[in-house]
């Protein structure tokens, strides 16, 4: 998103993607109204809106076979009232296609960022790896956002603040039939367990909790143990969880952490390598976006400066966005971990029964938990708007090919991402 704001605004962007291709199983695929929103200022939300995907106007609870709704999007005023379920790969072929109309663009393939050039006590550019051997790009900027397992902050030699033990997922698909019910994300808990089932129209995509507090599940976690357990806690499922099997399943481990500082001179960053957060209500990316945008608003004007006059970036901009972001970030963090440490726990022990409506705890909690939970999901705690304008002619061209041989990026006056 980053990179396709800086290109309209007229500043060189080389995006660096490892893989090649943007395919991932169990990667963030919720995308939130304001979100949306943002697709629509970029004049992108209609054609965002002819890829695959489902509308959900709430997240519901079940909670021992008792059903709620835990969050409700159409009450929040919104243009798009409603979280979009629509695969990674798609929404992100839709920005980077947009990005490459604009001749200022670059997308690199199969790249990997391995570590960080300095000179004069800044990043000037990044290392990397591509099938073609060893690659450099130089550049005015360097914008991590290579995730929870940031390689480029391991190599600024920043180790973000743990929030917690870590939660470990097992991430698996089941089919999905006709007589299913009609539920679109939905947390279930019982029995001491808990699941979030996500309906992808022709399948279930269950996330379950197999672990905390430092005890880890062997990534041979016990299959058929985890199929009974399934089976009681989503009824409906249980004449279907052969279809869990070793090969198929992904053990992920979900921690929270964020660093003091997330930048340095000549070095931002945003995202899950800035503030890593829990997979609650699919928040991580539409945090992601929202950080792209004012870091946008803020740097695109400095970086034009920068480029007329020859000089490095002033770190005083770097730290302005940070200003900006670190309060949402914060905030909903602090708002999973009370998620995490309160809610959750005390309705798997059972002494709190959310889901039931003559219960004494949905009548004190429930109607403050929707409030909050519908607007940290759908809107966040501050919403960015895109504020730059549209300088760059687009070319309406697609360039998208893997790094050169020559093993030397591109000039310093780009910003790779």
Request: charged share 25%.
């Amino acid at each position: 998103m980053l990179a396709l704001l800086l290109v309209r605004a007229g500043i060189d962007v080389v995006l660096l993607e490892k893989n090649a291709d943007f395919l991932r199983d169990f990667r963030g695929d919720t995308v939130q109204p304001t979100t949306i929103d943002v697709l629509d200022q970029l004049g992108i939300a209609e054609r965002f809106h002819t890829l695959p995907h489902r509308k959900l106007a709430g997240i519901s609870l079940v909670q021992n076979g008792i059903g709620v709704e835990l969050a409700d999007f159409t009450g929040l005023g919104l243009r798009f009232p409603y979280l979009a379920v629509v695969p990674q790969r798609d929404f992100l072929h839709l920005i980077t296609a947009e990005a490459a109309r604009y001749p200022g663009f670059r997308l690199l393939m199969r790249t990997e960022a391995t570590g960080l050039l300095r000179r004069d006590g800044r990043a000037a550019g990044v290392r990397c790896r591509t099938r073609n051997g060893p690659l450099t790009v130089r550049s005015s900027l360097v914008v991590a956002a290579d995730g929870r397992h940031s390689v480029l902050r391991r190599a600024a030699g920043l180790t973000p603040r743990s929030l917690g033990a870590p939660l470990y997922v097992a991430m698996f698909r089941l089919s999905r039939r006709a007589t299913d019910p009609d539920e679109g994300l939905t947390l279930r808990i019982g029995q001491g367990r808990t699941a979030s089932l996500t309906n992808r129209t022709a399948y279930w995509q269950v996330s379950y909790e197999t672990g905390r507090s430092g005890n880890a599940p062997s990534p041979g976690h016990d299959v058929e143990r985890l199929r009974r357990e399934i089976g009681g806690l989503v009824p409906f499922l249980a004449d279907r969880t052969d279809e869990i099997r070793a090969d198929t399943l992904r053990l992920v481990e979900v921690r929270q952490d964020r660093l003091r500082r997330w930048h340095g001179p000549g070095l931002l960053f945003i995202g899950d390598a800035a503030h890593a957060m829990s997979p609650v209500g699919g928040s991580g990316v539409n945090l992601a976006v929202q950080d792209a945008v004012a870091a946008a608003n803020l740097l695109a004007g400095p970086l034009h400066t920068c480029r007329r006059t020859g000089r490095p970036l002033p770190r005083r901009f770097l730290a302005a966005v940070q200003r900006r972001r670190r309060l949402p970030a914060v905030l909903t963090q602090d708002f999973h971990r009370l998620l995490q440490r309160v809610g959750i726990p005390r309705a798997l022990r059972g002494d709190q029964t959310l889901a039931r409506p003559d219960g004494r705890a949905a009548r004190r909690l429930l109607p403050l938990l929707r409030r909050l939970l519908s607007r940290v999901t759908g809107v966040g705690l501050r919403p960015e708007h895109v504020r730059i304008p549209l300088t760059a002619r687009p070319a309406d061209r697609q360039r998208s090919r893997p790094a050169d041989d020559e093993g030397t990026g591109p000039s310093a006056d780009r910003c790779p991402l």
